[in-house]
């Protein structure tokens, strides 16, 4: 999995792809500008940085067991890389909710398992019923089922890796604004910590409706028996 390509030899894409195991669009996207913009030199050096970053996370992330803590580790991982290189011009604010309210939801198994222990230890409530309906619906655009009344996430601290990375640095109002532009920020380093947590082999990704739901049932057939 090292970037080392002989002398004269040409790699591929799809090759440097498969090194990522489970990636990201987003990371794709960036590496694809990234191998566009670069001189050879300059990619091979961004490669060997990212791999090296890359497996680091995967390593630390493997050594831990699945479910919530793990989640939180992978949070930290990307809270410690934010604060240390800030997006720039991000217009993203408290109370701007429209990527809450219309993109489906995906999230891991392992936020699933931490928002899910929020749930169904009485820290947040959700409407039981709406999650029903959003479970059934294949995945459709709906409102977060965290989101507060004043567009306000409730899990703010505990929200998953797909919301901690997402930042636009469009006008606010774009974001509300049937065509028009909005530009979300892609940065290299959050897609990698987002790559490796997704790369674990028990850490699979689904609908987040549909994955709570399944917990919350199990958690309450558990204290009905």
Known sequence: MSFSPASGTSVSFEQILSWFGTFTPQLKFKLMALRRESSTEGFENVMRESMFVFRSVLLDLSRQPKGAGRAKLAHAYLDGEYSARPVKNASCASGCSACCRSFPKQISEDDADLLAAAVNEGRVEIDRAELERQ???????APCLFLSADN?????????VVCRK???T???ENCETDGAQ???QIDLMPELIASASLSLPDNGIGFMAAMLNDRVKSAETVDAT
Not at 135 to 141: E, K, N
Not at 152 to 160: A, E, L, N, Q
């Open 170 to 172: 469009s006008p606010r």
């Open 166 to 168: 997402y930042h636009v």
């Open 182 to 184: 909005v530009n979300p």
């Open 135 to 141: 479970a059934g619906a294949a995945g459709g655009a």
């Open 152 to 160: 306000k996430c409730r899990v703010y601290d505990i929200r998953p």
